[in-house]
T-cell receptor, first 114, second 113 residues
Framework: AQSVTQLDSHVSVSEGTPVLLRCNYS??????LFWYVQHPNKGLQLLLK??????LVKGINGFEAEFKKSETSFHLTKPSAHMSDAAEYFC????????????FGKGTKLSVKP | NAGVTQTPKFRILKIGQSMTLQCAQD?????MYWYRQDPGMGLKLIYY???????DKGEVPNGYNVSRSTTEDFPLRLELAAPSQTSVYFC????????????FGPGTRLTVL
C-alpha cells in the first residue's frame, strides 16, 4: 500500500534563506509524486509533480523537488524563501491502482521570518 | 473559467441535521473527488467519481453519500450530522487518472454542534 511521510510538521526559515521540506514515500508501484501548497483559508494548488520522467522536477514559484528512488524520497527545495511562501505544504503519492486516488502526507507548515 | 466552485463556504449544523455540500467544475473533467481535512492531518478521500453516473467509496465514506448526474456537478450529502464530521471539505477534479493534476475548490468549513 502507498504511504507518504512528511518528516517535519513545522519548518521556520528566514526570508532569503533556503527551504527544505522533507518527504519519504512508500509505494509498491512506480509512483507519481506531487507537492501541493495550501495558503491560509484557501484550497490546494499544485506546485510540481513527478511522473517517471526527469528525476529533478521544477515547479512554480522557484520550487523544485528531486525524486530519489534509492532513498524513497521526494524532498522539496527552494534556494531563497520569500514571505509569500508561508503556507502549508503537502507531499502526495498517487495510487495508480485505484483510479487516481491521492494519498496525502500530514503536511508541513512553513513559516518565513522577515 | 471559474475552475472548481464550492458552496457554502461555511456552515454550522446541529447534531442530526442533514445538508448537501455543492461542488461544480467547468473544465469538463471526468474525475471528481471529495476530501475532508482535519486539523494537523492531510486530506482523506471520502468519495470519488469517474464520470456521470459512476461513483465509488474512498477511505472515509461512512456518514456521506454522493451522486453524479452530470459531468459538472458532484454534490456531497451528509445525513444525520455528527460532531465527528466537523471538518473542512474540499472538492477536486481532474481530467484523467493518477498522474493528472487535481484542481481543488476553496473548501467548505463545516461545524457540527
Amino acid at each position: 500500500a502507498q504511504s507518504v511521510t512528511q518528516l517535519d510538521s513545522h519548518v521556520s526559515v528566514s526570508e532569503g534563506t533556503p527551504v527544505l521540506l522533507r518527504c519519504n514515500y512508500s509505494s509498491s508501484y512506480s509512483p507519481s509524486l506531487f507537492w501541493y501548497v495550501q495558503h491560509p483559508n484557501k484550497g490546494l494548488q499544485l506546485l510540481l509533480k513527478y511522473t517517471s520522467a526527469a528525476t529533478l522536477v521544477k515547479g512554480i514559484n522557484g520550487f523544485e523537488a528531486e525524486f530519489k528512488k534509492s532513498e524513497t524520497s521526494f524532498h522539496l527545495t527552494k534556494p531563497s524563501a520569500h514571505m509569500s511562501d508561508a503556507a502549508e505544504y503537502f507531499c502526495v503519492v498517487s495510487d495508480r491502482g485505484s483510479q487516481g486516488n491521492l494519498i496525502f502526507g500530514k503536511g508541513t507548515k512553513l513559516s518565513v521570518k522577515p | 473559467n471559474a475552475g472548481v466552485t464550492q458552496t457554502p463556504k461555511f456552515r454550522i449544523l446541529k447534531i442530526g441535521q442533514s445538508m448537501t455540500l455543492q461542488c461544480a467544475q467547468d473544465m469538463n473533467h471526468n474525475y471528481m473527488y471529495w476530501y475532508r481535512q482535519d486539523p494537523g492531518m492531510g486530506l482523506k478521500l471520502i468519495y470519488y467519481s469517474v464520470g456521470a453516473g459512476i461513483t465509488d467509496k474512498g477511505e472515509v465514506p461512512n456518514g456521506y453519500n454522493v451522486s453524479r448526474s452530470t459531468t459538472e456537478d458532484f454534490p456531497l450529502r451528509l445525513e444525520l450530522a455528527a460532531p465527528s464530521q466537523t471538518s473542512v471539505y474540499f472538492c477536486a477534479s481532474s481530467y484523467g487518472l493518477a498522474e493528472d493534476t487535481q484542481y481543488f475548490g476553496p473548501g467548505t468549513r463545516l461545524t457540527v454542534l
